[in-house]
């Protein structure tokens, strides 16, 4: 999809002649995020659409106890340290952010009366600033009012290097000024077409300035509100116990009327996914689990109970193959795949083709994650029909070994093929997770059938995934020749997403493995493609890049995507719940009720 | 005695201080950091790990950690969580009570299933009820409490609906329902680790009596005309008693230090889980406040079992 | 044996008494006494029976461990898998004859490496008091203070690839798992042994031998070790178990055997959460732990009665 065609698809939506939600699976069949989708709509002038909800209840609490239960519980609650996920849920709870995204990319209003666009004067025309106004009345649980100064405080806060936030990449560019008590306006450095990044979401809860303000940079960690929020959400504190439970009760003075229907919220933590699983779908002693990372044979099993029901949630998240560019045997400088290294088999396009058609994808799909990971030759795959063209996969055994022959790969005696002295022999790592290590053993089998060798290695994903500079077995070093993982795209926009194929941020040595490039694949024509991006100023022409580039790695192999992963969760049957990819689970917990 | 009680608590404090270094070099050589998730989210810049590391100091060299650790250690600071941010006292105040609750019935009931059991296996060594207790103590420790706890679940809670298997440390309920919920709840887990611990307790306290009932100063009491129960208690426990006061006091720091993977199954809020989760977050504070006082506890029940051994066998000489 | 004997003479005396007569070697006497145990000599046969299953069972069953079949998944025992199938329609017979070898070998070695250690340490602590005692009992209770995770994370980072270079992958995987589970397991018994030689040092026969001029090192190999390997006979059926067990939990942190093998505690492990549909998967894994663990313990029992002249059939 070039921009020409973007335009004419953004065209069509003013028009009228294509849904919104049409156009967010167009774009997310080629790599955009909903969120970037409905941006480019409200840049374009197409205003945000308005979620409607259909909450019955009629008056405010009277609902007994909300019940959940998470298999990682919240460790603090503090939105500006939300280390996880489990944190920011722990979090959302008690503080709420200006607006949130639901599960079609739409801007949903919370703190603010309406969401900024060019309509309202809220959004510039250049994409430089953009207006904020608070809801008046709006109050925090102690009863003081929130203004426009709680804005600016949780700008400063985030942006202090001194507190080490962890949202200081939301707000580190931008700069926040006080219009008058309600509005703010926030200002980049340069156009930016994804505007809705500070104080919204997940990572845009706002905290109160009165409690904080005297525990900025070093003695943020002191603070007493770090374990007992005033936020103001439809709930307040009643009792934390780190990794244990959050507890919270019905507040009085919520801004929205009838709202909430729980008269108390109970977030227990701890256990694995499987029993929490059957603690709601079998036996309904909770009422709803968190991120059911479960094989489907087992959701679906447990479900036919009849008690609850599964809740899939298509997002950005993929699980990928990465295959490694460089030659992680080798060191050079202290340091294994070192980028002046090649790949010695991986190198070899046919070898990198091969692998592509021994992903036997389907089968992954259907006896793995069942409806909790849908395969995909594309970064997103949702719905098929909107597959991209451009990108195709297909699982071939014999077409795998008709290209390793072609490419001079011939068997050796023990059936493992040989080009020039090497053995076609490949390390495959991932982290320890039980699809995982069936999905490898899947790709093994494969692999052994087409007479490459395989070797398969899991390390435990605290590892894994640390950024320990001792340690060989990170994701970020890489010291392997494949390794498979997850990573959600449920960030909004797809810049930084894209970094990870940019040549000044391959992994190596000098930037203690910080770098997003953990592939150490390198092209100068993507390089190009992306700087182009970052300094476009026309959001479409932008979005068109960003496209050219999710087409760019995949035709190359450069990355073998698995498995589209869809957000999982288990309810009672009678809880009704708004969930979205796009956010927390919690982001419109006010709306949440159980029918009768 | 006294001399050797004194001599033995003189050299409690080198002791401990050298477990501490060996522990803490442990933990600090461990790979991982307290910041996995971060990586997993592309919109947090990689500087953000850097400097929190930097901010808890993790990049500083070993000696300069353990030094400033100790120090803080000796004024009652017991260190503050990396990934909850607060201090690590107040995160183990939170879970000792459940913990040793939770442990401590389960112990009770070890000891309880272990001795009687135990005894009267020995004393009817080859009997129909010694080989069912054998084979049942077998089953005790050939499956993991992993597989166990799941079984009872499946039973109890899933087929039957009797018991809760999610633990809640406090109950909303006040007067009898309170310790009835607090019951019901911790009936499985008490069972899964009492039971364990039971069955290999059972085969200790069998093979002591075994060893000493057959001795000539039973047979002694025996030909004295004494009754069998009153010899049994008597002469042969009381000489059987050193293994089995060894193995509890081995289970002791148990208590505290909690058990993971029951505490994980049943999801109780003790120190295990706390451990465990700690462990997997490379929360290094947390597992070092937890492990030291581990091993306080430790050193101090090998010493009550020395102690306890005189008293079981005076023969026992303390130079 | 003729010191042990020296515990209790008139227990055994009446029975000793003929053998003497007829000269029988000990070792002889201690496989007649052993031959009687009928339970052990049957433990004998099963154990026997599951070694050659494992080392040759591949051979008469060549079905390929890792043959996935996605027709055929979660298949109770039937003719073409005798012991049915995995979620990947993988055969568990298979499975099992090879990760058997695994289980059996590191359940084993690592009981052997446990209670060897700790009976040396616990012998010598026992026998020695004062500072030699002090000192091993630190190392005792240094050993019981680690937490056995972050240690093993360790060792993983700093022994794996070195081991591997050194022994091949297969053997230096197994060295290290054998020597992990076995250092993790000793203390128990260190401990155990240790107290019955504060108890056993002080009796009588061993005075006696004292007083005959026996050398220490005699005393505690022909007089008390014997008389205090009840509990250490105990540890030993246990620790297989713990072994096979903990074997599987290794293979989580990346320390065991890769992913791909089947040894008995993963498939048990990966077999939990289908417990409530397909129990086939748990039970045979669990079954085959336990027999293990039974014919070990009553080998154990067996060894115990036959090597101890206080017998009690």
Known sequence: MDERELRGLIQSVKAGKLSRRAFVRRLAAVGLTAPLATQLLAQAGVANANSKFDYKPTKRGGGGTLKTLFWQGATLLNPHFAVGTKDQEGSRIFYEPLAAWDNDGNLVPILVAEIPSIENDGLAADGMSVVWKLKPGVQWHDGKPVTADDLIFNWEFACDPATASVTIGSYKEISVEKIDTLSVRVRFPKPTPFWAEAFVGSRGMIIPKHLFDAYRGEKSRDAPANLHPVGTGPYKIVEFKPGDVVKGMLNPHYHMPNRPFFDSIEMKGGGDAVSAARAVLQTGEYDYAWNLQVEDEILTRLEAGGKGRVNIIPGGAIERIQLNSADPWTEVDGERAHISTKHPLLSDPAVRQALAMLVDRAAIQDHIYGRTGTATGNFVNNPERFRSKNTTWEFNVDKANAVLDAGGWARGTDGIRVKGGKRLKLVFQTSINAPRQKTQAIVKQACQKAGIDMELKSVTASVFFSSDVGNPDTYAKFYCDLQMYNTGLGQPDPQLFMHQYVSWEISNKANKWQGRNVTRWVSSAYDDTLRAAESELDPIKRAALFIKLNDMVVMDHAVIPVVARPLVSGSIKKLQVQLSAWDNTFWNLREWYRET | MSQYLLRRLLIVVPSLLGISVVLFTVLALAPGDPFEELAANPSVPPEVAAALRAKFGLDDPIPVRYARWLLAMLQGNWGFSFVSRVDVDVLVLQRVWTTLFVIGSSQILALMIALPVGVYAATRPYSIFDQISSTLAFIGFSLPTFFTGLLLILLFSITLDWLPFVYRADIAATGWRWYWEHVRQSLMPVAVLGLAQGASWTRYVRSAVLDVIRLDYVTTARSKGLAERVVVVKHVVRNALIPVVTLVALQMPAIFGGAIVTEQIFRIPGIGSLLISSILANDTPVIMAVTFVFACLVITFNLIADILYGWLDPRIAYR | ?313
């Open chain 3, 1 to 313: 044996m003729a010191g042990s004997t020296l515990a209790s003479p008139t227990a055994s005396a009446p029975r000793a008494a003929p053998d003497r007569a007829r000269h029988v070697s000990p070792g002889l006497e201690a496989w007649r006494r052993f031959r009687r145990h009928r339970l052990a000599v049957a433990s004998v046969v099963v154990i026997g029976l599951m070694i050659f299953a494992v080392l040759f069972g591949p051979i008469l069953w060549p079905v390929a461990i890792n043959e996935i079949d996605f027709t055929a998944r979660l298949q109770g025992p039937s003719w073409s898998h005798p012991l049915g199938t995995d979620d990947l329609g993988q055969d568990i017979l298979a499975r099992m004859l090879y990760g058997g070898r695994i289980s059996l070998a590191v359940g084993l070695a690592a009981m052997v490496v446990a209670v060897v250690v700790g009976t040396i340490i616990g012998a010598i602590a026992g026998i020695s008091r004062g500072s030699v005692d002090a000192a091993l009992m630190w190392l005792t209770d240094l050993f019981l203070a680690l937490p056995q995770l972050p240690l093993l994370l360790v060792i993983i980072y700093l022994f794996r690839d070195a081991l591997k270079e050194l022994a091949g992958p297969e053997v230096g995987v197994f060295v290290l798992i054998v020597a992990v589970i076995g250092g993790f397991r000793w203390m128990p018994v260190a401990r155990l042994v240790r107290a019955q030689f504060f108890s056993l040092r002080e009796k009588e026969f061993v005075e006696a031998a004292r007083a005959l001029g026996a050398s220490t090192s005699r005393q505690v190999v022909r007089h008390i070790l014997p008389n205090s390997l009840g509990p250490v006979i105990v540890a030993g059926t246990i620790d297989v178990a713990a072994a096979i067990i903990a074997e599987s939990t290794l293979s989580f942190l990346g320390l065991g055997f890769p992913p791909d093998i089947p040894t008995w505690g993963r498939v048990l492990y990966d077999a939990k959460d289908y417990l409530d549909f397909a129990p086939h998967w748990a039970l045979f894994p669990g079954g085959a732990i336990f027999l293990a663990v039974l014919t070990i313990n009553f080998i154990g029992d067996g060894l115990r009665d036959a090597l101890d002249p206080r017998k009690v059939m």
